[in-house]
């Protein structure tokens, strides 16, 4: 007797939202248009290049910051974190430094080693090993949001489990608290060695 199997394929509804991201386009200190992205999209420019009288438009250029003008000395007074996201903000008396974190199967390999961006940036995530790296800042007082200029991946923890360092290298205890407590980590992170 033969049996005959039949599957059913349902289609379920799934709403997904996606983040927006918010860009502003600043010329002569002002906020001259601002414009919105999903989440890991291509920015959009402002519709309409800003004119000048007297002057030609060059092009758009990121808001760098050198982090190394920061006093690595001064603790930090707060942090949050997003596990899901690996990101971290750390609070000073400056402003705030945002990161990001990343569980390596890369060992520390001794005290001042910082791994180059080369070494880290190709890798998956997972491994025992936490790093932290700067990628933005917010001086105190201001809504202009800075790139990172070459802020190095600095050595956070060992975990000593590839789940562990998951669960709190971005979390509770992990980069955002690292930075805010450790000035070793700072002077590496923000490159004032």
């Known amino acids: 007797m033969k049996r005959f199997i039949f599957l059913l394929l349902v289609p379920i509804p799934v709403t997904v939202f996606a983040r927006t991201e918010t860009t502003e386009w600043w010329v002569d200190g002002d906020v001259y248009a601002t414009t919105s992205c999903e989440t890991g999209g291509d920015i959009s420019t402002p519709p309409q290049n800003p004119t000048k009288k007297g002057h030609t438009f060059q092009g758009w250029e990121t808001a760098t910051f050198d982090l190394a003008t920061l006093d690595a000395s001064i603790n930090g007074s707060g942090y949050t974190y997003n596990n899901s996201t690996r990101k971290w903000r750390t609070t000073f008396s400056y402003g705030y430094v945002y990161g990001e974190s990343l569980c390596s199967p890369t060992p520390n390999a001794g005290s001042g080693w910082y791994p180059t961006s080369q070494e880290l940036d190709a ?6 090993y ?5 990628t933005e800042y917010l001086p105190k007082g201001s809504s202009k949001i800075y790139e990172a200029v070459a802020s190095r991946w600095v050595f956070g923890n060992d975990y000593g489990s590839a ?8 979390g509770v205890w992990g980069c955002g608290a690292i930075v805010q407590y450790h000035s070793s980590v700072r002077v590496g992170l923000f490159g004032s060695n």
Do not use: I, P
């Open 123 to 128: 890798e998956t995530g997972t491994g025992q």
């Open 163 to 170: 789940s562990d360092c998951a669960g709190g290298c971005a």
């Open 130 to 134: 936490c790093y932290c790296r700067a």
